[in-house]
């Protein structure tokens, strides 16, 4: 244990290969963590000068409002991307402060969480954004359970409404020949084209540079991607696991199809924004910039549409028709994985192993040459 001058505190290492730094103010004693001493004691001193300041308090007298927004901005702001972060902030904006801000933080209860669940049940929200919700909740409350804030967490003892999973439109080749047939000649053309033989996501294909793609050993380095934050636009980031950072072997018809899209893009420069700004990026808007999701999506339906496929079929679905058709084709499972970025096979089998027709019936063969 490092130990600094009486009363002022100390950091220690603990079991778990954290360090946590740990202070008393007024009487209470005021822990935070850290992956070094360092951020440990910068966490708590942040936390000792909020408190020294009155922005935040502790006991009984605080807040929900003050304990989330002071969790959320110094301490789980520290552990999660910017975009995550941003969701966040809207959570507790739009659902919980509404709901509990005004109540003293010891004064929660279990029964008025589980009524607040039911009610934005009954008005439309949908289950998969409650569980957001209640993430976001039961992880504020587990952290002032740590710092002896609060006694127990009293959302661990909540019912949260199941989750429907929605089933992806998987495409078979067939169809697969059918979209990229309709989206020749439209700016979608070649990401769909992507989309199909790599299983990259949107995200990920919107911030490809032309530098990422080898062709002299024939892969595309997939290492970051596009998101939307608020207040700053359109920025890349780098994948949230290693496995998210890969490299993916590029189909000649691919290959064949570079010099069609660097065409394209000459047009689109020739003939759109005077304002080109030049990032290099395979899928550039008419400024050169990042394309919007939302326009990506829009343009999507309209092939779709020309396509005869279902409208209702969203762009991740590529994704996982990439993954069924090359288990379809027999395609070893850890190879699949590495190339949807995954950090385990288990992940791979439960998303994207659904046993296909084809499938069924390749199994059905095998059976048969084995008892001839």
Known sequence: MTRRAQGAGSVYLRQDGRYAASASFEGKRITKYGKTKKEAWDNLQTALDDL???RVVIGPKQTVKQYLEHWLENSRRLRVEPT?????RVLLRVHLLPAFGHLQLSQLT????????????????APSTIRNIHDLFVSALKDAVADEILVRNVCEYVTVPKQKQRKPHVLNVEQCKRLIAAARGRRLWFLILMAITTGARVGELLALHWEDIDLNNLRVHIHRSVCFIKGKGLVEKEPKTKQGARR???????IGAISEQKEFIEKVHLNGDAQWEDLDLVFPNKQGRYIRNA?????????????????????????????TLLFAAGVNPKVVSEALGHSSIGITLGLYGDVTPDMQQETGRVMDRLFE
């Open 248 to 254: 993916v072997i590029l189909t000649q018809v691919v």
């Open 295 to 323: 326009r990506v999506l829009k343009e999507f339906r309209m092939i779709l549409v020309d396509a005869g496929l279902p409208a209702a079929m969203h762009f991740h679905d590529l994704r996982h028709s990439a993954a």
């Open 84 to 88: 995550t972060l941003a969701n966040y």
């Open 110 to 125: 279990r029964e008025q969480v589980q009524s607040f669940y039911v009610e934005k049940l009954d008005s439309g929200l």
């Open 52 to 54: 020294k300041q009155g």
